[in-house]
């Protein structure tokens, strides 16, 4: 039975690819620090987690010492863009330094041989002009914001250690990853408010700002495979795309979410929602992980939709209590 190591744990795409990983026959084990997910659920998934701060080398080598996993899959990281412009140094020290943090760890243990899926971000390709579209893995980085900035530095710390040290490093150019569970982020902002309206927690008016970004958005339930293809078959080194494969603008994904929403709805453009700085559109090739791993997106953005809204449905109602009744 092999054992993995998940850093963020506790976070949305950790908490998913735990509990499918330990479907599939896994020991999994893993640490958090500041959980965005149910940390009880994680636990059932799970052999043994730690309460550990990447930024703190000591705890994160003696877990890793401890477990002496097979398969890491760091994930742990500061990986808000908005909250970047507010906690610049925490972003860095969390994703960088901790990053630095986990292999220097894995160097000193003699654990070279431990398969390690980093979880970089298409957030490092940052301002793409559309004649670039869709994004290669061999585009240049040109962040927006610190958060990109961030995961440039992972992704580039990632080819070093494989090339320096002979790490066996994955570079998951990770896109919109979305599903149930998630927040902050459009599409959660916008099935979190659709809910609402439905249990009448709030009037039916929907302020927005940019509508005409375009991004491709992907379901965890399908990231969490296209992670489990790479680790397989994935080229030591490597770095690859996993995000959705058809882009669509903000307003599309509206109108999605308020398709089927019981109540009629205002929707506002509030300017003060428009960002200063916002990248036109995210999307990226896929060609290289299709071609040697055989991936596929499989669950289209209805179905993730309807799901978010669905997930949100039970937790505001556990939240607000049933008596809740739509004001239509």
């Known amino acids: 039975m092999k054992k993995v190591f998940i850093t963020g744990i506790g976070g949305f795409i950790g908490s998913h690819l735990a509990k499918h990983m330990?479907?599939?026959?896994?020991?999994?084990?893993?640490?958090?620090?500041?959980?965005?997910?149910?940390?009880?659920?994680?636990?059932?998934?799970?052999?043994?987690?730690?309460?550990?701060?990447?930024?703190?080398?000591?705890?994160?080598?003696?877990?890793?010492?401890?477990?002496?996993?097979?398969?890491?899959?760091?994930?742990?990281?500061?990986?808000?863009?908005?909250?970047?412009?507010?906690?610049?140094?925490?972003?860095?020290?969390?994703?960088?330094?901790?990053?630095?943090?986990?292999?220097?760890?894995?160097?000193?243990?003699?654990?070279?041989?431990?398969?390690?899926?980093?979880?970089?971000s298409t957030a490092a390709y940052g301002f793409i002009d559309?004649?670039?579209?869709?994004v290669r893995e061999d585009q240049p980085f040109r962040p927006a914001h610190?958060?990109?900035?961030?995961?440039?530095?992972?992704?580039?710390?990632?080819?070093?250690?494989?090339?320096a040290y002979g790490l066996d490093i994955i570079r998951l150019r990770i896109g919109n990853c979305v599903g149930p569970g998630r927040k902050g982020e459009v599409v959660s902002?916008?099935?979190?408010?659709?809910?609402q309206i439905e249990l009448g927690i709030i009037e039916p008016i929907f302020?927005?700002?940019?509508?005409?970004?375009?991004?491709?958005?992907?379901?965890?339930?399908?990231?969490?495979?296209?992670?489990?293809?790479?680790?397989?078959?994935?080229?030591?080194?490597?770095a690859y795309n996993i995000s959705g494969e058809i882009p669509c603008s903000i307003e599309e994904l509206l109108e999605v979410v308020l398709k089927s929403c019981p109540v009629r709805v205002k929707v506002v453009v509030d300017q003060d929602l428009v960002r200063e700085k916002d990248e036109p559109i995210y999307w990226n090739d896929l060609s290289k992980i299709k071609r040697e791993t055989g991936f596929t997106q499989r669950i289209p953005l209805e179905r993730t939709v309807e799901d978010m809204v669905k997930w949100?449905?039970?937790n505001l109602k556990k939240r607000e209590g049933d008596g809740c009744v739509c004001r239509n």
């Not at 902002?189 to 809910?195: E, I, K, P, V």
């Open 22 to 120: 330990a479907e599939m026959g896994y020991e999994v084990y893993g640490s958090y620090f500041r959980p965005t997910s149910d940390i009880g659920n994680v636990l059932s998934s799970a052999t043994k987690v730690y309460n550990v701060d990447v930024r703190y080398k000591p705890h994160l080598k003696e877990a890793l010492a401890e477990v002496r996993p097979d398969v890491v899959y760091h994930l742990a990281a500061q990986s808000y863009p908005m909250v970047s412009f507010k906690e610049p140094l925490y972003t860095m020290e969390t994703n960088v330094l901790g990053t630095v943090n986990l292999f220097e760890s894995l160097v000193e243990l003699g654990l070279k041989s431990s398969r390690i899926m980093l979880a970089s």
């Open 130 to 134: 559309p004649s670039e579209t869709p």
């Open 146 to 163: 610190v958060y990109g900035v961030s995961k440039a530095s992972q992704d580039l710390l990632g080819f070093t250690y494989f090339n």
């Open 189 to 195: 902002d916008f099935t979190y408010r659709r809910a």
């Open 207 to 238: 302020r927005v700002g940019n509508l005409h970004t375009k991004r491709a958005f992907l379901d965890v339930r399908d990231a969490v495979e296209g992670f489990l293809l790479l680790q397989e078959k994935g080229k030591s080194g490597e």
């Open 312 to 314: 949100w449905l039970d």
